[in-house]
């Protein structure tokens, strides 16, 4: 049973990733008419979704034993900040994978290839979204002295292209569905479940 809740930025935000993917991702509705032909799972939806934590306090590492921060405010010294690079780089690579990825669509070697392609780019936005709702949704990010976090966030990354993201291995551009592939098994962390997709 999927104990997820699903959550929608709010509406500044929601818009601006909507505009920013029908600027960069305008395949998305396709991909929606067609998904049921392709895969056998509950439609797509651009939505946070939040889990229960499996355990209330943290399980490795020198915070062993500790309760989790749940919100900015609770975060000290160098966390803050660290956590903010994290979620800004985390973002970057999301945004910066679907323009990586369209890049090879057209040479997709069939409909289900490109297909393919089209749910890793709707599945990069939907974690883009994600990133973004964790730091809209808390409002103590002003508390703990980081004024407009959200908003001074999604205003650069949703400006970056190809070249300019936080990380250099999202700024490689594709040029065929093998680049797609390599890049997906041997840099990108999901690549494991793209490739058996794929």
Not at 5 to 21: K, N, S, T
Not at 138 to 150: E, F, H, K, Q, T
């Amino acid at each position: 049973m999927d104990s997820n809740q699903e959550f929608q930025l709010p509406a500044r935000y929601h818009q601006a990733l909507q505009d920013w993917q029908r600027r960069n991702f305008a395949e998305l509705p396709l991909l929606q008419e067609h998904w049921g032909r392709f895969f056998d799972q509950q439609p797509y939806q651009l939505c946070a979704k939040v889990s229960p934590l499996k355990s209330s306090t943290i399980e490795v590492g020198m915070f062993k034993g500790k309760a989790y921060v749940e919100r900015a405010v609770e975060m000290r010294g160098n966390m803050l900040y660290s956590a903010l690079r994290i979620i800004r780089a985390q973002c970057s690579t999301e945004l910066g994978s679907i323009q990586q990825h369209l890049e090879t669509l057209d040479s997709g070697i069939d409909e289900r290839a490109q297909f393919s392609i089209l749910r890793i780019c709707a599945e990069e936005l939907r974690h883009a979204y994600q990133m973004f709702w964790v730091l809209s949704n808390d409002p103590s990010w002003a508390a703990a002295g980081i004024r407009n976090v959200a908003d001074e966030t999604m205003d650069e990354l949703l400006e970056m292209r190809t070249g300019t993201h936080v990380l250099d291995a999202f700024n490689i551009p594709f040029h065929d569905p093998l680049d797609n592939m390599v890049f997906s098994f041997l840099i990108d962390r999901v690549g494991k479940y793209q490739l058996s997709m794929q």
